[in-house]
């Protein structure tokens, strides 16, 4: 976090010692030096941090990744940096516009204000929340769908130490429509968002770190495989597919070569570009050649249409083929066996 000058009481005292330190003669100054001073400092921070989630999902950081939609996801207020001294009164405002994000799907709290079950609280019990000390105001759900935290000192203060501590839970559901990234962020502004010190003055700069919710959803149908239809037994042949990944990730492929093998996955490859992979089928004989993606958190697409592959034995010897070919069109009922073995 950056480091900063709280308020201009504070920047008022700190330019008349470093005025008075500089001046010829001055007396040894035992406060730090101003950057010393600055140093010490940190912004002030509300975060919103992912917790948890009811179905499978990722959390990376503050994104948390949703496998699978219809679910209830938690996410934590954290605050931080209120140097030197917390502080008379503190609130945290929820900007619920991030709630929609125009795509697919609208998220709604879960349930109502008023205790740990419902959609947004303040769990006084956890021992991360070190406003023991304080008056607590429950969360307050307004008609715009903005949601307030608050809290106000009654004794003492807590030292800043740039450690992170609990200011409440909000539970939004993920309904089933839901598709692309949502954030969830607070409303900036002193009568919004806000820290004190024990002075009652702005604690400020203040950061507001918002949270994301994305659907991750499976890479899209693969094209239909591309490649040779007619070939040898015995001899390698290379196939490709396409497919893209509605959350731009990189994606892998999984060939069935229709022989009771598979490529196994193969890539990773940027999301609209072409996989491919090789094989040889040992038998004589018609294969379909199916494909699937996935995508880096293994969620799999439906397999792609069906590519028909004709592999004849394989000849080990050469023949005049125009010469066979013209011969069976004269004479259609002659030669059977020898028909039979080349296929033709």
Not at 210 to 227: D, Q, V
Not at 278 to 283: E, I, L
Request: charged share 15%.
């Amino acid at each position: 976090m950056k480091k900063t000058i709280r308020n201009f009481f504070e920047t008022s005292m700190i330019l008349a010692i470093v005025f008075a330190f500089v001046m010829p003669g001055a007396a040894t100054i035992t406060k730090p030096s101003l950057l010393e001073e600055t140093l010490g400092m940190s912004d002030a921070e509300f975060e919103w941090v992912p917790v948890d989630s009811s179905g499978s999902h990722t959390i990376a950081g503050n994104e948390i990744i949703l496998h699978e939609t219809g679910q209830l996801v938690t996410l934590e207020i954290h605050v931080s940096g209120w140097y030197p001294n917390l502080l008379k009164a503190l609130q945290a405002t929820v900007d619920s516009s991030g709630y929609s994000n125009g795509v697919g799907g609208t998220l709604n709290p879960f349930g109502w204000p008023g205790s740990p079950e419902d959609g947004c609280f303040i769990n006084a019990s956890r021992p991360d929340y070190v406003f023991y000390s304080m008056v607590q105001i429950d969360a307050v759900y307004t008609g715009d769908l903005n949601y307030m935290w608050g809290a106000t000192l009654i004794v003492g203060t807590k030292t800043d130490d740039g450690q992170p501590y609990y200011f409440g839970t909000l539970i939004l559901e993920v309904p089933t429509d839901a598709s692309g990234t949502y954030t969830i962020d607070f409303i900036a502004g002193i009568d919004k968002t806000f820290m004190k010190d024990d002075n009652g003055q702005n604690i400020l700069p203040i950061a507001l770190t918002s949270a994301l919710i994305t659907i991750n959803e499976p890479p899209n149908k693969p094209a239909k495989p591309s490649g040779t239809t007619n070939g040898k037994a015995g001899t390698s042949y290379t196939y490709s597919s396409t497919t893209t990944d509605p959350n731009g990730g990189q994606v892998y492929y999984w060939f069935d070569w229709g022989d009771n093998t598979t490529s196994g996955w193969v890539g990773p490859y940027a999301s609209g570009a072409p996989g491919y992979a090789s094989h040889t089928w040992t038998s004589q004989g018609s294969y379909n050649i199916q494909v699937k993606a996935k995508d880096a958190y293994d969620m799999e697409s439906i397999w792609s249409d069906p590519l028909s592959v004709t592999m004849p034995k394989n000849i080990p010897f050469n023949f005049n083929f125009n010469l066979l070919s013209w011969l069976f069109e004269r004479f259609p009922n002659a030669f059977p066996i020898l028909r039979y073995i080349l296929e033709l």
